[in-house]
């Protein structure tokens, strides 16, 4: 809650020095942040906070381009002369167990074009996804780790120190 009154103020802020400009409000953030991030050297509270940010705007232009490149692949599934798929449903063994973090995993899975999150089973930590075309599983589980590794890295950024994005 209080990250989401800092990041209120520090916008109101920025939009009030800005004078309502887009690039100023912009630039007035970017300052705001500056200054937090140095003297989260010396505040262990700003530091999570600067931290936490950093790793969210990472995690969402990841992700971003991510679903740009499923809407991409699904497309030229779709428009090609001869569709050639395999549907699959993968069980990918989650790293955390916790309902809210797997929860949030698979409705980021389900906004990702050609995946679908099915079910969670609790006991063994598997949640069920399909896919569209799983012809080269490697590459999905690759994806699905990377996306688990930076979400977790996100949601723990303001509790522990040394995580990396």
């Known amino acids: 809650m209080s990250f989401l009154i800092h990041l209120l103020a520090s916008a109101v802020l920025a939009w009030s020095v800005g004078a ?3 690039g100023g409000g912009l630039l007035a953030f ?3 942040y500056l200054l937090a991030r140095l003297l989260g050297v010396a505040v262990a509270r700003l530091r999570r906070y600067a931290r936490s940010l950093e790793h969210g705007i990472s995690f969402c232009l990841w992700f971003i381009a991510q679903v740009f490149l499923a809407t991409y692949h699904v497309a030229t599934l779709v428009l090609a002369r001869r569709v050639d798929v395999e549907p699959a449903i993968l069980a990918y063994p989650v790293t955390r167990r916790e309902v809210d973090k797997v929860t949030l995993l698979g409705t980021l899975l389900t906004l990702t074009p050609g995946t679908l999150a099915l079910d969670y089973d609790p006991e063994q930590g598997l949640l069920y996804i399909h896919a569209l075309d799983a012809r080269r599983r490697e590459d999905m589980t690759d994806i699905l ?4 590794r930076r979400l977790l890295a996100w949601l723990d950024a303001s509790k522990a120190e040394g995580v990396t994005p």
């Open 20 to 22: 309502g400009h887009l």
């Open 30 to 32: 970017a300052l705001l």
């Open 145 to 148: 780790i990377e996306l688990e």
